[in-house]
């Protein structure tokens, strides 16, 4: 079944910088877009980023745009999130998703990776 | 932007009732929209989609309806696992905003 783990998350000092991973598994995942959707502590879902099933294509949330980068590499069926510039309301769960059954609705999602910006 | 406001943003009812949470958009979105039940210490999970299609696996007692610009996600005859927090989104349009949620607790 499809499985998505993310990983790279930690603890950061503002102004840093942090590359989230996201490993795919059980779809063909270069036929799929993909996502970043990220909830604080205690706080409801923003999504983040999306990038096209070939990469070509990607658009941001405002709050990120210019700092954050989404990529992916469709031959490791692997799913890129290149943070910089980071700030402590940057701190969230952050959750990798595809959109691998009912397109383009959020229907897999990983169990998340934290991150924390703080001095 | 489109913005999405839940209504209400908690709601306290017993095992048994029936429950109503309504989205409402600040533009058209047609039928895009979804909602999303999330479990503390869990990810989210998709439970309708263009606003009233049952994503596979979910119980018959969830509906969603609407069109436009307001919709609801009604629960029938609640059951104890369907406490938690449910979230509607739009994908009519970038950014893929997402409602503030609503959190369903037991009474």
């Known amino acids: 079944q499809v499985q998505l783990v993310e990983s790279g998350g930690g603890v950061v000092q503002p102004g840093g910088s942090l590359r989230l991973s996201c490993a795919a598994s059980g779809f063909v995942f270069s036929k799929y877009a993909m996502h970043w959707v990220r909830q604080a502590p205690g706080k409801g879902l923003e999504w983040v980023a999306l990038t096209s099933y070939d990469g070509i294509n990607n658009h941001y949330a405002d709050s990120v745009k210019g700092r954050f980068t989404i990529s992916r590499d469709n031959s490791k069926d692997t799913l890129f999130l290149q943070m910089n510039s980071l700030r402590p309301d940057d701190t969230a769960l952050y959750f990798c998703?595809?959109?691998?059954?009912?397109?383009?609705?959020?229907?897999?999602w990983g169990q998340g990776t934290l991150v924390i910006v703080s001095s | 932007d489109i913005q999405l406001t839940q209504s209400p943003s908690f709601l306290s009812a017993s095992v048994g009732d029936r429950v109503t949470i309504t989205c409402r958009a600040s533009q058209e979105i047609s039928s895009y929209l979804a909602w999303y039940q999330q479990k503390p210490g869990h990810a989210p999970k998709l439970l309708i989609y263009?606003?009233?299609l049952l994503q596979s696996g979910v119980p018959s007692r969830f509906r969603g309806s609407g069109f436009g610009t307001v919709f609801t996600l009604t629960i029938n005859s609640l059951q104890p696992e369907d406490f938690a927090t449910y979230y509607c989104?739009?994908?009519?349009?970038?950014?893929?905003?997402f409602g503030q949620g609503t959190k369903l607790e037991i009474k």
């Open positions: 998703v595809g959109s691998t059954v009912v397109t383009p609705y959020f229907d897999s």
């Open positions: 989104q739009q994908l009519n349009s970038y950014p893929r905003t």
């Open positions: 263009t606003a009233s």
